[in-house]
């Protein structure tokens, strides 16, 4: 009877392992390479951020898009046509990836994990996620925090591939009422109608608008419009904020020109006091000056981290 070899037999299942592993190696090492070789590729405006994306995604994605990030199965090419059209928004590209990834298990990574896996595939694809002229503004802080949260957004400019905010533009009614109710996470209306005859061609803001409405939050004109498109005034802003926080004025110093009779004047007091906006240094409030982007973003900011 001829007896097994079991010395004879580790040899070729030894050699059989170490091919695995080499091969295992060289799979991550080329992935490695394409990943530098794609982000190197990219313009100045679109590199890639300082955050460890890269590291996420080598870690819990690789077999979702194949080894080169090509793509399998519902998952879309890391970089390509495809991915700009449909997620070409930050938006977009979270509520995919953190829908999907990792491919054994989705939505189990971190809040962090996902957003620096978002900015890193849309880096890829030339998509910018930072403002590039807030760096000197008196409200960078606050702006690039309700950013990292997705509460407010900006203006891309597709000739260089660069996201401004332009702090300095005084903001629209639909701006405001958009990033407030992001900010507040007010569960979105399912409506699709609304009395506003106005809002049948600003379908990205109309569900804002609606939701806003509903919380009591904003009021229209008496023509039925919302005028969405419209600057919205310091005493507007004012008057939604005090219904938003439900804040009632107490007796105080007003402003020398809210008079008595003006139809904003306890929201006024009210946000003041409430340490959210004030006036300015000659005693006026100037209610009916216009606000800037900068401006209601602090205002905002303000709104979620109470003094």
Same mark, same amino acid.
């Given at each position: 009877?001829?007896?097994?070899?079991?010395?004879?037999?580790?040899?070729?299942?030894?050699?059989?392992?170490? *091919?695995?592993?080499?091969?295992?190696?060289?799979?991550?090492?080329?992935?490695?390479?394409?990943?530098?070789?794609?982000?190197?590729?990219?313009?100045?405006?679109?590199?890639?951020?300082?955050?460890?994306?890269?590291?996420? +995604?080598?870690?819990?994605?690789?077999?979702?898009?194949?080894?080169?990030?090509?793509?399998?199965?519902?998952?879309?090419?890391?970089? %390509?046509?495809?991915?700009?059209?449909?997620?070409?928004? @930050?938006?977009?590209? +979270?509520?995919?990836?953190?829908?999907?990834?990792?491919?054994?298990?989705?939505?189990?990574?971190?809040?962090?994990? @996902?957003?620096?896996? *978002?900015?890193?595939?849309?880096?890829?694809?030339?998509?910018?996620?930072?403002?590039?002229?807030?760096? %000197?503004?008196?409200?960078?802080?606050?702006?690039?925090?309700?950013?990292?949260?997705?509460?407010?957004?900006?203006?891309?400019?597709?000739?260089?591939? *660069?996201?401004?905010?332009?702090?300095?533009?005084?903001?629209?009614?639909?701006?405001?009422?958009? +990033?407030?109710?992001?900010?507040?996470?007010?569960?979105?209306?399912?409506?699709?109608?609304?009395?506003?005859?106005?809002?049948?061609?600003?379908?990205?803001?109309?569900? @804002?608008?609606?939701?806003?409405?509903?919380?009591?939050?904003?009021?229209?004109?008496?023509?039925?419009?919302?005028?969405?498109?419209?600057?919205?005034?310091?005493?507007?802003?004012?008057?939604?904020? %005090?219904?938003?926080?439900?804040?009632?004025?107490?007796?105080?110093?007003?402003?020398?020109?809210?008079?008595?009779?003006?139809?904003?004047?306890?929201?006024?007091?009210?946000?003041?006091?409430?340490?959210?906006?004030?006036?300015?240094?000659?005693? *006026?409030?100037?209610?009916?000056?216009?606000?800037?982007?900068?401006?209601?973003?602090?205002?905002?900011?303000?709104?979620?981290?109470? %003094?």
């Amino acid at each position: 009877m001829k007896l097994f070899n079991h010395a004879r037999s580790r040899i070729p299942l030894l050699v059989l392992g170490t *091919t695995l592993i080499a091969g295992v190696l060289w799979v991550h090492d080329e992935f490695r390479s394409t990943s530098t070789l794609q982000a190197a590729s990219l313009p100045p405006a679109a590199s890639v951020p300082a955050n460890n994306g890269l590291l996420v +995604y080598e870690q819990n994605c690789i077999a979702c898009h194949a080894v080169e990030g090509k793509g399998i199965d519902r998952y879309p090419s890391l970089v %390509s046509d495809h991915v700009k059209k449909k997620y070409g928004t @930050y938006d977009q590209a +979270y509520e995919f990836i953190s829908r999907n990834m990792p491919q054994n298990s989705p939505g189990s990574l971190s809040e962090e994990d @996902y957003k620096s896996v *978002t900015r890193y595939v849309l880096s890829l694809n030339g998509i910018p996620t930072e403002f590039n002229d807030i760096s %000197s503004h008196w409200a960078n802080k606050e702006i690039k925090e309700l950013l990292d949260k997705q509460f407010i957004d900006g203006y891309v400019n597709k000739e260089n591939g *660069t996201l401004s905010f332009k702090p300095e533009q005084n903001i629209t009614r639909a701006e405001f009422v958009r +990033y407030l109710v992001k900010a507040k996470q007010m569960f979105l209306s399912n409506s699709t109608t609304s009395d506003f005859t106005d809002l049948n061609v600003d379908k990205e803001n109309r569900p @804002y608008i609606i939701t806003a409405v509903e919380y009591g939050l904003i009021d229209g004109y008496a023509d039925h419009t919302f005028r969405p498109d419209n600057q919205i005034s310091r005493a507007e802003i004012a008057a939604i904020l %005090s219904r938003s926080e439900m804040l009632k004025s107490e007796p105080g110093k007003g402003f020398k020109d809210v008079a008595d009779s003006f139809w904003a004047k306890d929201n006024i007091l009210a946000v003041q006091q409430a340490k959210l906006f004030d006036g300015y240094e000659d005693g *006026t409030f100037r209610p009916l000056k216009e606000m800037k982007r900068g401006e209601a973003v602090a205002v905002i900011y303000r709104l979620l981290n109470p %003094s």
